[in-house]
T-cell receptor, first 114, second 118 residues
Framework: KAGVTQTPRYLIKTRGQQVTLSCSPI?????VSWYQQTPGQGLQFLFE???????NKGNFPGRFSGRQFSNSRSEMNVSTLELGDSALYLC?????????????FGDGTRLSIL | AQSVAQPEDQVNVAEGNPLTVKCTYS??????LFWYVQYPNRGLQFLLK??????LVKGSYGFEAEFNKSQTSFHLKKPSALVSDSALYFC????????????????FGRGTQLTVWP
């Protein structure tokens, strides 16, 4: 069974630009969560989607947004990029998002802002 | 509020020796606890979880973890370390209630860098 796939693996952008990251969950998984990983802040929760609905959102500005499609694939968008947005963005999927289910992670998208 | 602490940034151990990576948690109610490992330039890989039942949980690659409710701890252990175990280890907790602000959300510790030398 294929794992969680994130594309692209690496991105370089400049301040002010916007970016879209993609995540394909494990087949049959309907819950997708996104996390930002930085050396200074560690792993921080961005948002979670289930059946095309955002059920939860972390403490990030409105420049960070996402969506989920009917096939459970998810995208996140960051507008007006800032230097501090440089990070590894991780997507994780689980069957239904219930708390007793482990989340399975992709290898992430490394975003660098120049 | 849910939180996880990993008191050691770095753990060093010789190959063949037992290893322990420490984790303590704070959560309202009974916790759901997880361990993940991250290798360089990779995502997080699930190792094991504690939901209920036996306090000793066995996971992938020979790892196990012991849940201790009185000490609010969930330490990761392995009887004999391998050089290939060298990686960054994360402890995480979920709120079993899954309501509102906790839906779909893992709360992670800061991570512990494990180095196993030959």
């Amino acid at each position: 069974k294929a794992g969680v796939t994130q594309t692209p693996r690496y991105l370089i952008k400049t301040r002010g630009q916007q970016v879209t990251l993609s995540c394909s969950p494990i087949s049959g998984h309907r819950s997708v969560s996104w996390y930002q990983q930085t050396p200074g802040q560690g792993l921080q929760f961005l948002f979670e989607y289930f059946s095309e609905t955002q059920r939860n959102k972390g403490n990030f500005p409105g420049r960070f947004s996402g969506r989920q499609f009917s096939n459970s694939r998810s995208e996140m968008n960051v507008s007006t990029l800032e230097l501090g947005d440089s990070a590894l963005y991780l997507c994780a999927s689980s069957l239904t998002g219930e708390s007793n289910q482990p989340q399975h992670f992709g290898d992430g998208t490394r975003l660098s802002i120049l | 509020a849910q939180s996880v602490a990993q008191p050691e940034d770095q753990v060093n151990v010789a190959e063949g020796n037992p290893l322990t990576v420490k984790c303590t948690y704070s959560v309202s109610g009974n916790p759901y606890l997880f361990w993940y490992v991250q290798y360089p330039n990779r995502g997080l890989q699930f190792l094991l979880k504690y939901i209920t039942g036996d306090n000793l949980v066995k996971g992938s690659y020979g790892f196990e973890a012991e849940f201790n409710k009185s000490q609010t701890s969930f330490h990761l252990k392995k009887p004999s370390a391998l050089v290939s175990d060298s990686a960054l280890y994360f402890c995480a907790v979920r709120d079993p209630g899954d309501r509102g602000s906790t839906l779909g959300r893992l709360y992670f510790g800061r991570g512990t860098q494990l180095t196993v030398w030959p």
